[in-house]
């Protein structure tokens, strides 16, 4: 797998002694600060940007932590997404961590290119923009609900959180609504860091046996949505396979359920505690747009990459990084990194240069529902804090289990009330 | 001001499009950008500095 150690460049900056092994990638925030990303991000950072880090199963990796170092890589080809390479760092991925039928987000061009132009335009702003009223009307309608359960304790993440993503890629991809049970009790399986390997395989059988049910379903009946003109547009005429279009609905369910989820969770526990911004927002509700890209920086939920392996000897920051080595790229600590955020620990809703972060990646793999998961974030936030002024966490703040077992983290549960 | 883009490395992301509606667009088959103004008005450069900054593919170019 991977080489290493890697001999290091003249300009290297100093790491661990070859003889000590790689620290693991840090994923615990600091003590009582569960908004933090890891501490040790800070000082990597300011004293070796490019470390190595031990993957579980004792390969190696690079770690980068500066925003520009990670714009550099992500964002430069020669540093690959094909999970099929040697030396592509797999060890502790989760969802994604099949090199079988993978989606488009673990190919590079021209395969990636090719793929992914079949749904871009399915994620455009116009359209997306488009959904804007049906999405509210979707909140509302939760909303509606919550609000006969004034005085109890709510689980915010189950009565709203997931519902609303769940609800909206349903309708999109074209997948009933009642299935959403099964795909959330697998995807939450496939996203942890901490269930073993076999319980892994499992869920993963279990997924694959129900898309491909789902999509056969679809041949048989295609309709108006995204899997429907899928199959009649590009399966049918031959240009993609029954298992492609298992692995776009594979890619698209996962990457439309857990992410929007967890930021609505963590951003309305966020805007409970700083009441200073939730009544500027409430005041202000033209400020939400810009509102959610400080809060897509402050929170940045990616923990576990995204992940490449360099595909020839490639210097960054003075780094030699070798073909054939892996890397992983930090998004939360590139998104408090100083040198591009002032004040990087802090929420500030009106923060000039809040978009530059890189919360949905960068370069050609960026986020292609970003669009969307910016409306439904707007929409819920905006909903949320006008229908709900009064709401706040049912128990401290130290009895919320934080998802720092997750690649995606947020809260487990949010127990809230009003 | 004047604008050149690379569109065969455009990734659709629509970035440009939510900094710089008067000044980029997406195609309708496949979200790739369009430029609507290529020496865009001085109130629009701003929009089009960072639109072109933080383009995750590095399509847009400014010349200034």
Not at chain 1, 139 to 152: I, V
Not at chain 1, 258 to 276: F, H, Q, V, Y
Not at chain 2, 26 to 53: F, M, S, Y
């Amino acid at each position: 797998m991977t080489p290493s150690p890697a001999s290091p460049a003249p300009t290297a900056p100093s790491v661990a002694a070859p003889a000590a092994a790689a620290p693991a990638l840090p994923v615990q925030p600091p003590q009582g600060c569960p908004f933090d990303p890891p501490a040790e991000f800070a000082r990597l950072r300011t004293e070796a940007p490019l470390s190595k880090i031990s993957l579980p199963d004792g390969t190696e990796a690079w770690l980068a932590t500066r925003y520009a170092d990670i714009r550099a890589i992500l964002g430069d080809t020669r540093f690959s997404s094909d999970t099929t390479r040697p030396g592509y760092p797999l060890s502790g991925m989760t969802g994604g961590a099949t090199t079988e039928h993978r989606g488009f987000i673990r190919m590079d061009p021209p395969e990636h290119t090719r793929l992914r132009r079949m749904v871009t335009r399915e994620f455009m702003v116009k359209r997306v923009e488009a959904m804007r009223p049906e999405i509210q009307r979707l909140t509302d309608e939760l909303c509606d609900a919550m609000e006969q359960r004034a005085g109890q304790e709510v689980d915010l993440v189950e009565a709203l959180a997931l519902p609303v993503p769940s609800l909206v890629i349903s309708l999109l991809l074209g997948v009933p609504y009642d299935d959403h049970e099964v795909f959330q009790r697998l995807t939450g399986t496939l996203l942890s860091r901490t269930v073993g390997h076999e319980e892994r395989e499992s869920a993963r059988a279990e997924l694959r046996a129900y898309l491909h049910q789902l999509v056969s379903a679809k041949e048989a009946a295609p309709g108006d949505d995204i899997l429907g003109r899928l199959i009649t547009e590009q399966q049918v005429p031959g240009e993609i396979t029954h298992d492609d279009v298992v692995a776009f609905a594979g890619l698209l369910l996962v990457a439309g359920h857990e992410t929007t989820a967890n930021m609505i969770g963590l951003s309305a526990l966020t805007l409970m505690r700083d009441r200073e911004t939730a009544d500027r927002l409430r005041a202000e509700p033209q400020l939400i747009r810009g509102a959610v890209e400080e809060l897509l920086r402050f929170h940045s939920i990616i923990r576990n990459g995204p992940r490449r392996v360099a595909t020839e000897d490639i210097e960054i920051a003075g780094q030699l990084i070798r073909a054939g080595e892996g890397v992983v790229a930090a998004v939360p600590s590139a998104n408090r990194d100083p040198e591009v955020f002032a004040d990087p620990d802090a929420l500030d809703v009106c923060r000039p240069n809040a978009q530059h972060h890189v919360a949905f990646g960068y370069g050609i793999h960026q986020c292609l529902g970003q669009a969307l998961a910016r409306v439904e974030l707007q929409v819920v936030i905006a909903t949320l804090l006008r229908r709900f002024p009064q709401m706040r966490p049912a128990v401290p703040v130290d009895e919320i289990p934080f998802r720092s077992d997750m690649a995606i983290y947020g809260c487990h549960t949010l127990p809230v009330t009003w | 001001m004047n604008i050149t883009l690379d569109a065969d490395k455009c990734c659709a992301a629509g970035q440009c499009v939510l900094v710089a509606p008067e000044v980029f667009d997406q195609r309708d088959e496949d979200g790739i950008v369009v430029l609507l103004d290529a020496a865009p008005p001085a109130d629009q450069h701003d929009a089009v500095r960072e639109a072109a900054a933080i383009c995750p593919a590095a399509v847009i170019q400014v010349h200034e």
